[in-house]
């Protein structure tokens, strides 16, 4: 299982699956930017330098949102049918 968020964002990161977004504002744009990409099955999202708010301020969104990033997020493998990753899910709840 990966230890943390900041981990987790990483490894999306480095596989490709999670994309930047800069200066979007918060009340309209990263609500409208995080259901397309949801509605698209596309990747996570990490806003950063978000308009009114501290440079350190950032949010992260979709990070669960297919079936993929979900396994990965729960420590298994992200290549796992669903009937492999419920066999699995049940065999740690189990032990």
């Not at 699956?17 to 990409?37: F, M, N, P, Q, T």
């Not at 396994?71 to 290549?79: A, C, F, R, S, T």
């Amino acid at each position: 299982m990966i230890p943390d968020l900041r981990q987790f964002l990483d490894r999306l990161d480095a596989l490709g699956d999670l994309r930047r977004v800069s200066h979007a504002e918060l009340k309209y744009e990263i609500g409208a930017i995080s259901e397309l990409a949801f509605e698209k099955s596309g990747p996570a999202l990490l806003f950063d330098r978000i308009e009114g708010y501290p440079a350190n301020f950032r949010i992260a969104v979709n990070v669960c949102s297919t079936q993929r990033r979900s396994l990965m997020g729960v420590g298994m493998e992200p290549n796992w049918s669903e009937l492999e990753a419920m066999t699995n899910w049940r065999a740690r709840w189990d032990a």
